[in-house]
Nanobody, 126 residues
Framework: QVQLVESGGGSVQAGGSLRLSCAAS????????MGWFRQGPGKEREGVAC????????VYSDSVKGRFTISLDNTKNTLYLKMNSLKPEDTAMYYC???????????????????WGQGTQVTVSS
């Protein structure tokens, strides 16, 4: 059974930093990609960053490019999101996601994913 467990959220002031972690378990094969999404109050869930494990490349949304860094530690089966220069508009519930085996898709798209964590809250105050 696939499980994704996020941690590391919290409350920070604008300009601060946080590092989110997503511990993944239950995969028989390494997912071809994994991603971070967020959903702010009254907003739809949007892609923030994703990591293509086969191509070893990353994709970022324009709103976080240059501030956030996604990384994957294969030895720990853990996906990270380092967030710097946080802004109040980054306030949201952040979710880790992974696709079903043999899936194909553009990794920043929500529709490319089948498994979701429970989320971790990030609140940025001005």
């Amino acid at each position: 059974q696939v499980q994704l467990v996020e941690s590391g959220g919290g409350s920070v002031q604008a300009g601060g930093s946080l590092r989110l972690s997503c511990a993944a378990s239950g995969f028989t094969n390494r997912p071809p990609y994994m991603g971070w999404f967020r959903q702010g109050p009254g907003k739809e869930r949007e892609g923030v960053a994703c990591f293509n494990t086969d191509q070893h490349n990353t994709v970022y949304s324009d709103s976080v490019k240059g501030r956030f860094t996604i990384s994957l530690d294969n030895t720990k089966n853990t996906l990270y999101l380092k967030m710097n220069s946080l802004k109040p508009e980054d306030t949201a519930m952040y979710y880790c996601a992974a696709p079903a085996p043999q899936s194909w898709g553009y990794c920043i798209n929500r529709s490319s994913y089948n498994y979701w964590g429970q989320g971790t809250q990030v609140t940025v105050s001005s």
